[in-house]
C-alpha cells in the first residue's frame, strides 16, 4: 500500500516535470517574443571592433533597424547586400542597421567571432555585427530564424517594435522585388504615416541553439 | 532523368540562366520541345521537379486515407541533414502502411546542379524530392501553416482528417510518436 502511494507520488512528480517541460518548449517556439507595439529591451553586446555597442549609445537615432543575421545562411547571404543598403540609405536619417547574430558558434564554427569579423571585412558591413553571447538576447526579442528584422522606433528612452519581418518580397533576386517592406515601414516612420505592412514571413536557418 | 519543370514565368526567369548553360550543354543545338512546357536534362537516375507554390500546395491538401508527411528542408540546413536520417527511416519502413513523406527542397534554383542533385545521388536518398522555389514567402508561408515562422528545418503532418506543424527538429521516435497520432 504504501510503496503503491510511494510510486503515485512519483508518477504525480514525474508527470508535473513533464508537463512543465511541454509548457516550456511550448512557450519557447512562437509564444514568446515581441508583438508590434512592444518595448524592445536594449543590449550591450560585442562588435566586431572588439567594443560594446547599445542602442542607448545613438543619441541621434530616431529608430534601429535590427537585423538577426549570421555568416552561414544562405538567406542570410542572398540579403547582405540590401543590409548594407538599407544602413547606407537610412543610417543618415535616423535608422541605423544593427547587426545581430544569434547562433551558438559552439554548432556553427563559421558563425564564430573571428569568421564574423572576416565576413563583415569581406562585405565591407558599414554596420556594427553584434554577437548575442550567451544567446540571451534573440529569444527575448522572438528571433527565430536568420535574417529576421526588427524596426524599433525611439520614444524617450524606449525602443517601440514597430516592424517584424523579412526584407522584401524575393530573396533569390533583389532585382525582382516588387515589396519593399523594411524601406517601406522606415519611410512610414520617418513620414508620420501608417506602417503598410507591419509583419511579414520568410524562409531562413533556424538559430542554432 | 532530370525534369525540371518549367511553366511558371517566375520560375522560368529564375532558372534561365543555369537551365539554358546546361541544357545548351547537353542537347547541343537541339530544341527543348515548347509544347510540353517542360525541359529534359539527361541523366540516369534523378528527377527532380521545381514548382512554385501553387504547384506545390496540392501536395499539402490531399483528401484521402493515407498520411502526408512533407518535411521542408536544404542540403546546406545543418539540423535538416541532421533529422534525415529519421525520415529516410521512415520512408522505408512504410511498406504497406497508408503513409507519404516528401522532402520539399529550398536549396535555391543555382544550387540544384551543383548541390542538391549531387547530395540525392552521394547519399542515395529514397524518398521523393522536390524543389519549392517561390520567392513570395510572405504569401506562402501562413498557407502551410499558420503557425510556421518560416525557420527550417519544418514538418507538416496530416491527413483528411487532422493536420499538425513542428518548426522544429524530428528524430525517428518523434516523428513514430507523431505518426501514431494519425
Known amino acids: ?209 | 532523368m532530370i525534369s525540371i519543370k518549367e511553366n511558371h514565368p517566375v520560375l522560368l526567369n529564375m532558372k534561365i540562366s543555369y537551365l539554358n548553360i546546361f541544357i545548351l550543354f547537353i542537347i547541343g543545338c537541339k530544341q527543348p520541345s515548347q509544347k510540353a512546357e517542360e525541359k529534359i536534362v539527361n541523366s540516369k537516375t534523378t528527377t527532380i521537379e521545381v514548382l512554385d507554390y501553387s504547384e506545390l500546395a496540392h501536395h499539402l491538401e490531399k483528401q484521402n486515407d493515407t498520411t502526408y508527411v512533407i518535411n521542408f528542408w536544404a542540403t546546406w540546413c545543418k539540423p535538416c541533414v541532421e533529422e534525415l536520417p529519421a525520415f529516410e527511416k521512415m520512408h522505408a519502413e512504410i511498406g504497406s502502411k497508408k503513409q507519404k513523406l516528401l522532402l520539399v527542397s529550398l536549396d535555391f534554383p543555382n544550387q540544384i546542379e551543383k548541390q542538391l542533385i549531387p547530395f540525392i545521388k552521394k547519399r542515395n536518398l529514397q524518398p521523393e524530392v522536390i524543389v519549392l522555389s517561390d520567392p513570395d514567402t510572405n504569401t506562402w508561408i501562413p498557407k502551410v501553416s499558420p503557425e510556421w515562422s518560416g525557420a527550417i528545418p519544418a514538418t507538416l503532418v496530416y491527413n483528411k482528417n487532422k493536420k499538425l506543424f513542428f518548426e522544429e527538429s524530428f528524430d525517428y521516435n518523434k516523428l513514430q510518436n507523431t505518426l501514431k497520432q494519425f
Open chain 1, 1 to 209: 500500500m504504501k510503496t503503491t502511494y510511494k510510486f503515485g507520488l512519483l508518477a504525480l512528480l514525474a508527470f508535473a516535470i513533464s508537463a512543465f517541460t511541454v509548457i516550456n518548449n511550448f512557450k519557447s517556439s512562437d509564444e514568446d517574443g515581441y508583438k508590434i507595439g512592444d518595448k524592445a529591451t536594449d543590449f550591450k553586446l560585442k562588435n566586431i571592433d572588439d567594443t560594446y555597442v547599445s542602442l542607448s549609445d545613438y543619441k541621434d537615432a530616431k529608430g534601429f533597424i535590427v537585423v538577426f543575421t549570421c555568416n552561414h545562411c544562405p538567406f542570410s547571404v542572398a540579403y547582405e547586400d540590401r543590409i548594407i543598403a538599407l544602413d547606407k540609405e537610412f543610417k543618415s536619417k535616423g535608422y541605423p542597421v544593427i547587426a545581430i547574430n544569434p547562433n551558438n558558434p559552439a554548432k556553427y564554427p563559421s558563425d564564430n567571432f573571428e569568421n564574423m569579423k572576416i565576413r563583415a571585412k569581406e562585405k565591407g558591413f558599414t554596420f556594427p555585427y553584434l554577437v548575442d553571447e550567451g544567446q540571451h538576447i534573440f529569444p527575448q526579442y522572438g528571433a527565430t530564424k536568420t535574417p529576421h528584422v526588427y524596426i524599433l522606433e525611439k520614444s524617450a528612452s524606449d525602443f517601440i517594435v514597430k516592424y517584424i519581418g523579412t526584407l522584401d518580397n524575393n530573396y533569390q533576386d533583389a532585382a525582382k522585388v516588387d515589396k519593399y517592406y523594411v524601406k517601406d515601414a522606415v519611410n512610414a516612420l520617418l513620414d508620420g504615416t501608417e506602417i503598410p505592412v507591419k509583419e511579414t514571413k520568410a524562409i531562413g536557418c533556424s538559430i542554432k541553439v
